[in-house]
């Protein structure tokens, strides 16, 4: 059987506290509350990592599978909002709240969070190998030059533009296991890039000639 890194199951550091990891599996397990097969997973992430002597051991085959060659990517990074062409409800609309895990405009109205689904299309050797579908992201930071006031004296920051954020481009890797199957569905945790109120939900299709 492959080895899970429950850190990733989870969505959380390595270094996470016992709240943290209770934190992260009450909210993952929400999501999921309806997919069985999810919630043993998380259920198990949670066992593991709050057993003292079990984290240790899952620790240590962390480390042993660290120092194994890096999974291969299956295709070039895809831009999250500009690689693909439908968005639902719209791209305006889910950019805007995306935006808002930054801005913090509307953050007590988006505790919730939703689905961000994203179907992919592998072939049969793809699908056979496996390996990573690398995602690029926009994440920001506060502007180092206003603070996060978005002003400088009397004028509107320069660096930022008066937005109080500077953009940037992350990359979020999602990790498709060997064999994987058509109509697989793999979720990921997007709280380590600073985003609370989505989830990748990632569907993968194989090439017609695969399934007939």
Not at 55 to 75: F, I, S, V, Y
Not at 183 to 206: D, P, Q, W
Request: aromatic residues 6%; negative net charge; proline residues 6%.
């Amino acid at each position: 059987m492959a080895f899970v890194d429950y850190y990733l199951v989870l969505g959380v550091p390595r270094d996470a506290n016992g709240s943290q990891i209770r934190r992260a599996h009450r909210s993952l397990s929400h999501l999921h509350e309806d997919l069985a097969s999810r919630l043993d997973e998380l259920q198990q992430a949670l066992d593991t990592l709050a057993d003292p002597r079990e984290r240790r051991e899952h620790d240590e085959r962390l480390t042993r599978a660290d120092e194994l060659p890096a999974p291969h990517d299956l295709a070039p990074p895809a831009h999250l909002f500009d690689s693909f062409e439908t968005f639902r409800p719209s791209l305006g609309a889910i950019r805007s709240r995306w935006d808002d895990n930054f801005t913090h405009r509307s953050h007590a109205k988006t505790r919730h969070r939703d689905a961000l689904n994203v179907r992919v299309t592998l072939t049969a050797d793809q699908a056979r190998r496996g390996g990573v579908l690398p995602l690029i992201v926009p994440v920001a930071d506060v502007c180092p030059t206003c603070t996060g006031t978005g002003r400088t004296g009397h004028f509107a920051c320069d660096t930022c533009e008066g937005h109080g954020l500077t953009w940037r481009d992350a990359r979020v890797d999602v990790l498709l296991p060997a064999n994987v199957r058509d109509g697989a569905t793999v979720s990921v945790s997007l709280n380590r890039i600073g985003v609370e109120n989505f989830y990748l939900s990632v569907h993968v299709a194989l090439t017609p000639e695969t399934t007939g």
